[in-house]
C-alpha cells in the first residue's frame, strides 16, 4: 500500500500538518512517503503510483493556490488517477474571505482526475495546536486505515 504525503507550506504551518498525518499514519502500521513540492519536485504523473495521496496546500491571494502549486495543477490535467483515492488538507486563515481556497480547488481537481475522496478536506486554522494536533494525526491514521479497508475489500 503505498500513501504520498505532497505539500507546500510557505510558512511552515501546511508542513507541520504533513508531518502530524504521517506521524497518524505511522500510527495504523503503514508508512508515508513525504515530498514538499517545491524543494523536491513532484510530477503530477507520478501520483498515478500511489494507492493513496495526501495533498497539502496553504492558501494565497484572494483563495488562490499558491505559485509554487501552478505547474503541478496544470499538469494535473494530463492525468488520470482513477484506481487511486486522495484527500486534501491545509493551513488556512479566516481573517481572509475565501477561507482554504486553495483546498477546495485541489479537492475539485483531484475528482476530475478520477481520484475517489476518500474523507472530507482537513482545514486548520493557521498552526495546528494542542487537540487539533491529534486531530491531524487521526486524519492520518483514519486515511490510511479506510485505505487499507478498501484494499483488503477490493482484494476479496
Ligand atoms: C497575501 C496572503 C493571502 C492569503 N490569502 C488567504 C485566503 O484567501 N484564504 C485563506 O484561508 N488564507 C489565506 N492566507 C493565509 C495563509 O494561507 C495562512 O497564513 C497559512 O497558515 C499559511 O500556511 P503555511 O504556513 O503552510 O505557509 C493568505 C496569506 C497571505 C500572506
Known amino acids: 500500500m503505498k500513501i504520498l504525503v505532497a505539500y507546500v507550506s510557505m510558512s511552515g504551518s501546511t508542513e507541520e500538518i504533513s508531518e502530524l498525518i504521517v ?14 513540492i517545491e524543494e523536491e519536485g513532484l510530477e503530477a504523473k507520478a501520483l498515478a503510483a500511489y494507492d493513496g495521496i495526501l495533498i497539502g496546500s496553504y492558501t494565497y491571494g484572494n483563495g ?17 488517477l482513477a484506481h487511486t483515492t486522495f484527500a486534501v ?31 472530507s478536506s482537513l482545514k486548520v486554522e493557521l498552526a495546528p495546536m494542542g487537540e487539533e494536533m491529534e486531530a ?9 486505515e479506510r485505505l487499507h479497508e ?7
Open 64 to 80: 488562490d493556490l499558491p505559485y509554487e502549486m501552478d505547474d503541478f495543477y496544470d499538469d494535473l490535467n494530463d492525468v488520470e
Open 150 to 156: 478498501t484494499k483488503t475489500t477490493q482484494q476479496k
Open 23 to 36: 506521524e497518524g499514519i505511522e500510527a495504523a502500521g503503514h508508512s508515508a512517503e513525504r515530498i514538499h
Open 89 to 119: 488538507f491545509g493551513s488556512c486563515d479566516s481573517a481572509y474571505e475565501i477561507y482554504g481556497g486553495a483546498v477546495d480547488t485541489l479537492e475539485k481537481k483531484l475528482i476530475d482526475c478520477g481520484s475517489v475522496q476518500l474523507q
Open 136 to 144: 491531524c494525526r487521526q486524519y492520518g491514521r483514519q486515511f490510511a
